[in-house]
Nanobody, 118 residues
């Protein structure tokens, strides 16, 4: 059972950038589809971006298209989320998640806080 751990969150001013990382516990990571989700204060959790197991296909929520980039390095068993031109509405706890094939995302990290303010 894969375990996921996010890092890279923090406080950033509007217009700034952050890169989130999510490290997996095992090399079966390469067979999982991966995604980033987020949950803002008083909001429900929402999908941000996803990537297939080989890294050849990506999807984004409309709210982050053109600003966020999802990528993965299977050799380093790491998922990334490059976030540029951050806005106050991007403030949230960001979670990485994994799934096998088209199943629901069943594996989750504990989350990392991103705060856009200033």
């Amino acid at each position: 059972q894969v375990q996921l751990t996010e890092s890279g969150g923090g406080l950033v001013q509007p217009g700034g950038s952050l890169r989130l990382s999510c490290v997996a516990s095992e090399y079966t990571f390469a067979s999982y589809g991966l995604a980033w989700f987020r949950q803002g204060p008083g909001k429900e959790r929402e999908y941000v971006a996803g990537i297939n197991s080989r890294g050849t296909g990506t999807q984004y929520a409309d709210s982050v298209k053109g600003r966020f980039t999802i990528s993965r390095d299977n050799d380093k068993i790491t998922l990334y989320l490059q976030m540029n031109n951050l806005k106050s509405e991007d403030t949230a706890v960001y979670y990485c998640a994994a799934r096998i094939d088209a199943a629901e995302y069943g594996y989750w990290g504990p989350g990392t806080q991103v705060t856009v303010s200033g």
